[in-house]
């Protein structure tokens, strides 16, 4: 019987500590890990189709010689026309379907990129300047 009252006391003595350190615990820890909401918007530069609030996030490769190419990756979406290309909210231009192989990807597929006059147009700290894709002034990797 002194035993139960020893552990009593102890466990009184924990709470009296919890009380007065002005923390209480009750349960278990919530480990739930929630994954914050996608930041990137269309045209901007992304890791992975989870980065994106719309569209999904493409690699786009520029030759850079004959055994490189400059490579990156943004948020972007296919399209049929320029019609359904969205205005870049970085520049206020309107978007501009391209044949995805143009930028190292499939035959026959398209999709959208940023339109630029001037490299400050693009996202220039990250890598992107602007050339030309198929006749049309666009957003591509240069470094």
Known sequence: MLGDKWRWSLIGMAAL???TSGC???G????VYV?????AILYEVC?????CRIGFCEELAVPAGPY????????TQGCFDDLECPISEF??????CID????GGPLGSTLCLERCEVDFDCDVANGFGCGFVTGQRVCIPVY
């Open 24 to 26: 209480l615990f009750i």
């Open 68 to 75: 490189a190419d400059y490579v990156n990756a943004i948020c």
């Open 47 to 51: 890791y992975d189709d989870l980065d």
């Open 91 to 96: 520049n206020g231009l309107p978007g501009a």
């Open 28 to 31: 278990e820890y919530d480990d």
């Open 35 to 39: 994954e914050p909401l996608p930041q």
């Open 100 to 103: 995805y192989a143009a930028v």
């Open 17 to 19: 500590a919890s009380l």
